[in-house]
């Protein structure tokens, strides 16, 4: 057993243990596809957003903070495992992003939903100041910190659209 002395958790070493972690990690499998993972790896992200946005404001908070520090465990874990900074396989990061970027929005339509995941792929992707800042944080806080910040900055523009009735 291995303990993360910088967030507190603990996991087994085993093989299975192994392959749960990157099943956890590439979002049961979606960070495996060839061409645009991180696209396809964003999906679970609405999904949970989609399976949230009706809960108490405190319990949305609570489940996406559980989900975020979760997906820094599991981030870092890969990373060792893998031996490599940030593997592509690695897409919960792209779902906790996303997830952001829908986050508390409370009149979210299929339209804003899908300009929200244009948004999000696109600062996901160029990675713009300040976005790219996260990206020099170590491990798993580093793997997730970028993608948060996309979608904090997608977030924010989704708001203001829909403030100016633009979508």
Known sequence: MTISKRIGTSWTNSSASIQTIKLLG???GLGYIRRAPGTFGSLPGIALFLATRNLQVWAQIM????FCLIAIGVAEKIEKIER???PEQIVIDEAAGMWMSLFLIWDASFTT???GFIIFRFFDIFKP????LFQTFRGGTGIIGDDLAAGMLTNFILRLLLLKGII
């Open 84 to 86: 490599s900074k940030d």
């Open 129 to 132: 100041f300040p976005v790219n």
């Open 26 to 28: 590439s979002c049961f």
């Open 113 to 115: 939903v899908l300009v």
């Open 63 to 66: 489940l996406f903070l559980l």
